[in-house]
């Protein structure tokens, strides 16, 4: 499903990152369909798991290069519904690489089938921690992020 939101509708890289996870009984209401506030878990593990994967654990970013990058923007669509138990596909790529923001894309499909459940986008910004106001990026980071960035950042 194609969607209408600008930070939505441009598809996936040809390299992107990918995570297996599923749905748990603590994601979802008590007919065993998954709860819209789940997502921002599984964008959570998705998110950890590609900053990881391009050498920037969280702890690595933050205490040890000191790159602050709290949340400034968050969408999702809802495609179709998630189950309890069910298997989810987290595809997962950073969509824009700015001088301070960064946007995550994320795509979210049935891992039996590929039906697609949802799509979203997180942007991020980069701070001084003390102050909150943005910080350019170092050109390293954004080294390591393009491993799984889209072909316009």
Known sequence: MKSRHPELATPAPDRTFEVRERIRWADSDP??????????????????????????????????????????????????????????????????????????RFEFYRASDRAHRASGALTVVSVERESMTPRRLPDDVRAALMRYAAPSS
């Open 31 to 104: 007919m065993g369909i998954i709860f819209y506030g789940a997502y921002l878990r599984l964008i959570g593990v998705a998110e950890g798991e590609m900053f990881r994967a391009c050498d920037l654990p969280s702890d690595v970013l933050r205490l040890k290069r000191g790159v602050w990058i709290p949340r400034k923007a968050l969408h999702l669509e809802f495609h179709s519904a998630a189950e309890l138990e069910e298997e989810i596909i987290v595809q997962a790529w950073f969509g824009s690489i700015g001088n301070s923001a960064i946007t995550m």
